[in-house]
C-alpha cells in the first residue's frame, strides 16, 4: 500500500483529477466531499477512490476525519487542499457571511488540515502538502474581494509553513490555477468567460488535469528540494 493521501474536493473538478493522478503515482487515495454525496458515490465506483465526508471548513470535522483515516489507512504522508467554493460580489453588496463562508472554506481549511497532519509527517520525516490558490489571489479579480484575499493568504500560509517544515522532509508548495473548465467556471456569465478566455494567451481554458499534473510533480518522493514555491500553471495569463 503506498503513502496515504487525502484531498479535499477530491471527487469533483480539480480534486478529482488530483486523486486520479495520485491513484496513478501509487498513493492510497482518500477524496473529501461535503455537499454533493451523488457525485462523491459515483466517482468512487467508477475509480475504487475512497471517499469521506466531511466539512473541511469545520475544525473539529478535521480533526474527526484525520484520525478516521489514520486509524483505517495509516498517517497522511500527503496533503492536497484543494477544497473552494466562491461567493462573488462588489465589497457594496458583499455580506459578512459570503466573506466568513469563503474565508473559512478557502483558507480556514488549510489552517485546519496542515495543522492536524504536520505532526505525523514531522514524525516520519516526510510529508508533501499542497494548497490550492488561484491566479485571483495573485493578480485580484472585481467582485471577489473574499475569494482574492483567502487566495491570497494560502500563498502567504505556504510560504510560511515552507519554513517550519523544511528541517522534517516536508514540503509545502501551492498551485495558482487560471481558469480551469469546472462547475466554478461554467458557473460564469458566458459573455463574461468569452472575454475572459480571449485574454489567455495558450487560447483555451485549462483542464483540471493540468493541474493535477502539477501536483504529481510537487508531491512526488524525490520532489524533496521543492518546498515554499507557487507553481502558476494558468496558459500564461498573468506571470508572476
Ligand atoms: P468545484 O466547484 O468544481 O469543486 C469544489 C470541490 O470542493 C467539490 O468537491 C466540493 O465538494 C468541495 N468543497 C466545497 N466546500 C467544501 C467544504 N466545506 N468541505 C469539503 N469540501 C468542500 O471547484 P474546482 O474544481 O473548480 O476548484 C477546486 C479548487 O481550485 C478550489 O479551491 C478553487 O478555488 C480552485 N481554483 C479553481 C479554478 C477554476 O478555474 N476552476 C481557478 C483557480 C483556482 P462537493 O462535491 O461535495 O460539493
Known amino acids: 500500500m503506498g503513502r496515504v493521501a487525502l484531498v479535499t474536493g477530491g ?10 493522478a495520485l491513484q496513478a503515482a501509487d498513493r492510497t487515495v482518500i477524496a473529501s466531499y461535503f455537499g454533493n454525496e451523488e457525485a462523491a458515490l459515483a466517482f468512487s465506483e467508477a475509480t475504487g477512490i475512497h471517499v469521506l465526508r466531511f466539512d473541511a471548513a ?24 484543494n477544497a473552494g467554493i466562491t461567493r462573488d460580489a462588489t465589497v457594496a453588496k458583499m455580506s459578512r457571511d459570503m466573506w466568513d463562508a469563503v474565508m473559512d472554506t478557502n483558507l480556514g481549511s488549510c489552517f485546519n488540515l496542515c495543522k492536524l497532519t504536520f505532526e505525523a509527517m ?21 467582485g471577489q474581494v473574499n475569494y482574492s484575499a483567502a487566495k491570497s493568504g494560502i500563498h502567504g500560509l505556504t510560504r510560511a509553513l515552507a519554513l517550519e517544515g523544511a528541517k ?6 501551492a498551485i495558482a490555477p487560471g481558469y480551469v473548465d469546472t462547475d466554478m467556471v461554467r458557473a460564469v456569465p458566458s459573455e ?13 481554458l485549462g ?6 499534473r502539477g501536483v ?15 507553481l502558476s500553471i494558468n496558459g500564461g495569463q498573468h506571470m508572476y
Open 122 to 142: 514531522r514524525h516520519a520525516n516526510f510529508g508533501r502538502i499542497v494548497n490550492i490558490g488561484s491566479v485571483n489571489g495573485q493578480a485580484g479579480q472585481y
Open 11 to 20: 471527487t469533483r473538478g480539480i480534486g478529482q483529477a488530483i486523486s486520479v
Open 207 to 212: 483542464y483540471a488535469s493540468d493541474i493535477a
Open 192 to 204: 463574461v468567460l468569452a472575454k475572459i478566455v480571449a485574454r489567455i494567451p495558450v487560447g483555451r
Open 216 to 230: 504529481s510533480f510537487l508531491t512526488a518522493d524525490d520532489a524533496e528540494f521543492v518546498t515554499g514555491t507557487t
Open 168 to 173: 522534517f522532509g516536508i514540503t509545502v508548495n
Open 58 to 81: 469545520d475544525f473539529d470535522a478535521c480533526a474527526a476525519a484525520v484520525a478516521e483515516i489514520e486509524d483505517r489507512f495509516g498517517p497522511i504522508g500527503v496533503l492536497v487542499n
